[in-house]
């Protein structure tokens, strides 16, 4: 028997999830599938959203990976292009790009082709990371709208708290009164904006995380949203230990047996992507019933309480995030978000669907 790690990609959960954002909104739907699809994988996750008006992500050769097995709606370059060599790429393969910076208006004087790209101009509204100041956006506009290698042009921003309880209403604001402005495109949303904030849908919306499952809120699950969980990590136990009052568990010896205990050694480690960080007390499923971690998180094995387990033993199965187990409930007690712990899987991880 090998290992007994897995991820496991439920492509049907992705499909679902589209559905309740297609629901939620009627604009269109640039499925964001960067950093190799927030770690589910580009092809397969590709595959499961193929009903997607578009498609977003970072890496050029990811989007040309993605016209090479056939997709042919927009392929939007969030960080659009860095040099000449990208352009005639995006030239070569139809490939729209995000332009936040002036020097990148320079380097599209050198675009091969006249009249065929995309441009989404992006405006930093307020989260104060890519995009063209508000006093900037005209001098872009300009540029790009009499400029020949541009075919259409939409505007998009970006929000650091649709998620929070301050919400969009100020960059929306200062989104709005640039917008008025212009006839294009609009796209603003991602995900918590997309679910939270309908004035906002505008005409792309940008959704990541709720296709892949999770929720983009702390006070709401995803189950209440309606997503099913596209990735469950799991694993076995390889080994079970007695302990009597008094023993230490782990590296460090962070957990101390306060009375007779078993536990069940699982074959996962931070080497496997499950963060260090999950301290005791961390959920997880042990044969489909809740249960805890014990000390330490080590390189390739974590320890976990059979307390009230009698029937689990060494070769138990164990989901460390999937469905029945929330990415977001790991995530939170390991004082991160589950979008790192999607992405931050590692090749030994085999992956299945
Ligand atoms: C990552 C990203 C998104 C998706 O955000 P989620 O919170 O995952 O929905 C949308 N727009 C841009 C520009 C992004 O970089």
Not at 174 to 183: C, K, P, V
Not at 251 to 261: C, V, W
Not at 273 to 293: C, D, M, T
Request: overall charge negative.
């Amino acid at each position: 028997m090998p290992r007994p790690i897995s991820a496991r990609i439920d492509q049907d959960a992705l499909e679902h999830n589209l559905q309740v954002a297609r629901r939620a909104t009627s604009a269109r739907i640039m499925a964001v599938i960067k950093a190799n699809g927030y770690g589910h994988g580009l092809l397969r996750v590709a595959e499961a959203l193929s009903s997607a008006d578009g498609f977003a992500l970072l890496d050029i050769k990811d989007a040309i990976a993605l016209r090479e097995a056939g997709y042919r709606q927009s392929i939007l370059l969030l960080e659009g292009f860095f040099d000449a060599e990208d352009l005639e790429q995006i030239a070569a393969y139809d490939l729209g790009a995000v332009v936040h910076s002036e020097w990148q208006i320079r380097l599209l004087d050198a675009y091969p082709r006249v009249d065929s790209l995309d441009v989404w101009l992006k405006v930093n509204s307020g989260m104060h990371r890519l995009g063209f100041h508000p006093a900037q956006v005209g001098m872009a506009m300009e540029a790009l709208q009499r400029h020949r290698a541009v075919r259409e042009i939409t505007l998009m921003t970006h929000f650091a708290n649709a998620d929070d309880e301050r919400g969009i209403v100020m960059q929306l604001e200062t989104y709005n009164e640039i917008a008025a402005n212009y006839r294009v495109s609009r796209s603003l949303a991602n995900s918590a904006a997309l679910l939270r904030y309908p004035e906002t849908h505008g005409d792309w919306v940008r959704p990541g995380l709720m296709l892949y499952g999770a929720s983009p809120f702390a006070d709401i699950s995803a189950a209440q949203l309606g997503l099913k969980p596209a990735m469950s990590l799991k694993s076995r136990i390889i080994a079970t230990q007695r302990l009597k009052a008094g023993d230490e568990v782990g590296y460090g010896g962070k957990y101390r047996a306060e009375r007779e205990m078993r536990i069940g050694v699982v074959a996962c480690g931070y080497a496997d992507g499950y963060p260090r960080h999950a301290g005791n007390g961390a959920p997880v499923l042990v044969e489909g019933r809740k249960s805890q971690l014990l000390g330490r998180v080590s390189m390739d094995m974590l320890c976990v309480d059979l307390t009230g387990l009698p029937e689990a033993g060494t070769g138990s199965e164990v989901t460390l995030w999937g469905a029945g187990m929330p990415i977001e409930e790991v995530a939170s007690s390991s004082e991160t978000i589950s979008y790192e712990l999607m992405c931050a899987l590692t090749p030994r991880v085999p992956m299945l669907t």
